[in-house]
């Protein structure tokens, strides 16, 4: 009996230690998977909001560790750093946008766009829906607010000119980045430097419905609003993570194509405490968004050497940008 005893306990004892050794392999393979993702910086262009599903979406249904990429998701201090800090390979990528792209290869700051996410201009010229301006060449005599961007000012004397108006006689008031009060207590007639997906969506929550005027439909080019960036350098020395990064993220994109309501409550999880959400707002603005971002028989983030080169010519031509840029070295398609 006592023997029979003896063999039990040496037969569990054998068992745990087996169990224990399993469990040691399992927990191994979990962490060196953990190990091989590679680790992979991205700055916002602004507060996390619903032009971003794709990017929260990507990282919840696990579309990034699919490719092996561990993505580091980051808010900017302010807008002009995404760019800088891509630049000085302080992080791997950022939001930014097409004409600064361009400013920076005018200026020889080695970036580049690797993908177009929203496809068509946000920044529109935005007037009180039941007032007197109907079109650009309205505006004469008029008041513009708008936040002393040099981008802004040609969009306005573009969109004036080629609406045969008289460029001459509208004034440019510098509102900074109050465009919704300025708008809100009728300081200025119009705004410039706010987007239809966000200042036109409040202004009108505040019971201020306004127009929106499209630049691309008076002689600005049809420039792409929001550009996925990287640095020359990083390009050159990891391409296969930014191919993967790119693959991911398409996949994050048709998922909140297709789910919408379910995209758009992932990245309302995500909110910023400094800057909170408003469902009502962001459900809007991302119906304003997805047409915008779609490249219909093009994959996501592709884009057109055209687009480039017709809007390199045109900050040139406008004096937005001295110096003249190569349309091909300013992106890269996968």
């Known amino acids: 009996m006592k023997k029979s005893f003896l063999i039990m306990v040496s037969l569990l004892l054998l068992l745990l230690s087996a169990c224990g050794k399993s ?9 060196g998977a953990a190990d091989k993702l590679q680790k992979v910086s991205l700055m ?26 561990d993505v580091d998701i980051q ?13 000085a390979n302080q992080i791997d990528m950022a939001l930014s946008y097409q004409p600064q792209v361009l400013v920076a290869r005018s200026e020889d700051i080695p970036v580049q766009s690797i993908g177009a996410i929203v496809r068509h201009p946000l920044n529109q010229l935005m007037v009180p829906a039941d007032g007197s301006i109907k079109s650009p060449k309205d505006l004469a005599g008029k008041t513009i607010g708008y936040p002393s961007i040099p981008l802004d000012e040609a969009i306005v004397q573009t969109m004036v000119k080629a609406d045969g108006g008289d460029a001459g006689k509208i004034k440019m008031v510098d ?8 708008m809100a207590t009728k300081k200025t007639d119009a705004l410039i430097g706010g987007y239809i997906n966000h200042e ?22 049809d420039y792409y609003e929001l550009v ?20 991911a993220i398409t996949e994050g994109q048709k998922y909140v194509q297709e789910h919408p309501e379910d995209g758009l409550s992932i990245v309302m999880n995500h909110e910023d405490k400094t800057s909170p959400l408003e469902k009502d707002v962001e459900t ?36 937005v940008i001295k110096n003249t840029v190569k349309a091909e070295d300013a992106f890269i398609n996968f």
């Open 75 to 87: 808010m900017p201090a302010d807008t002009n750093d995404p760019l800088k800090l891509v630049a």
């Open 284 to 319: 809007k603005s991302l119906e304003i968004l997805l047409p915008l971002m779609e490249a219909k028989d093009k994959p996501f983030g592709y884009q057109d050497p055209e687009t480039w080169k017709t809007t390199a010519q045109w900050l040139k031509d406008k004096k």
């Open 44 to 69: 916002l262009d602004w507060y996390p909001n619903a032009v971003h599903s794709f990017l929260f979406v990507a990282e919840e249904k696990g579309y990034f560790k699919e490719q092996g990429l």
């Open 200 to 221: 036109k969506l409040l202004l009108e929550k505040e019971g201020h419905p306004m127009r929106a005027l499209n630049p691309a439909d008076y002689g600005v080019p």
């Open 23 to 31: 469990n040691e392999k399992e927990s191994d393979k979990t962490t």
């Open 228 to 247: 996925m960036v990287a640095s020359e350098k990083g390009l050159k020395e990891k391409p296969e993570v930014y191919k993967k990064f790119m693959a």
């Open 175 to 182: 509102v900074g980045w109050d465009l919704i009060p300025a």
